[in-house]
């Protein structure tokens, strides 16, 4: 297969799933779908995001070799959707992150969670990943919580954001 004629074809949930399952049992495969991830092709860039993500949570080690590609490409995204599913792979990864890389996360993921235009799910999955390291991070950790505050306060707060954010505030508050 090659993955990204079969990114093209079609925006699906079921091309997704058969492309992750590719990737999975292809030795190699994750190098040409992380080429298509990296891509300056929108289309291709975007597609190929929903398939990082979902292999980012079922073999997460299999991204290993390109967290720090992940994390620029996140810093200036081709497609919001890269961002979104970079944030929620590490909001949720259980693998460790060497700690200058982990570092440089928070205070990427920082800085896109206080951005007002960042959507919703970009913002409380950054504001997760800072929230799990408030003890390694406690200035990154200040920024997040008086931001939740901020925007909690605001009339412009989600139904969503003000769930996930009173969760954080109570973590933070730990």
Known sequence: MIIRQQLLKTHSREN????????????????????????????VAQRSSQVVGNLGRHHPEMLEPWWDEMITAGDQPTHIAIRRNVTRYFSELELPIPNCLEKRIAESFTDWAVDVNSPVAVAVFAMQFVADRHQKFPKLAESIKNEIESRMESDSATPGFCNRGRKILQQLAS
């Open 16 to 43: 997704a799933d058969f492309i992750e399952d590719y990737v999975a049992r292809t030795p190699g495969a994750a190098i040409e779908l992380m080429a298509c991830f990296l891509s300056d092709e929108t289309k």
